[in-house]
């Protein structure tokens, strides 16, 4: 019988990369149409005006404008774009 373990095996290794998740824009910037706001898992936020969610639950803008955080019905964060006016609107 052996009394050493064989070499070759390894115990380590098993260490994943990061899954960079986050908001991505905060309340206030500028953002231009399909630009990732918030990458999360599940609905941690819900979504207003002007922004699409997709199927991994990242929520992305679709119109130019400013990001705005509020909070939602049951105390539940939701995020929207405010559409950017342009100088002959105002």
Do not use: W
């Not at 050493?4 to 098993?14: D, H, L, T």
């Amino acid at each position: 019988m052996a009394t050493k373990k064989a070499g070759g095996s390894s115990r380590n290794g098993r260490d994943s990369s990061g899954r960079r998740l986050g908001v991505k824009r905060y309340g206030g910037q500028i953002v231009s149409a399909g630009s990732i706001i918030i990458r999360q898992r599940g609905t941690k936020y819900g979504i207003s005006d002007n922004v699409g969610l997709g199927k991994d639950h990242t929520v992305y803008s679709t119109i130019d404008g400013i990001v705005f955080f509020k909070r939602g019905r049951g105390n539940r964060t939701v995020v929207g774009v405010l559409p950017k006016l342009c100088k002959s609107e105002v």
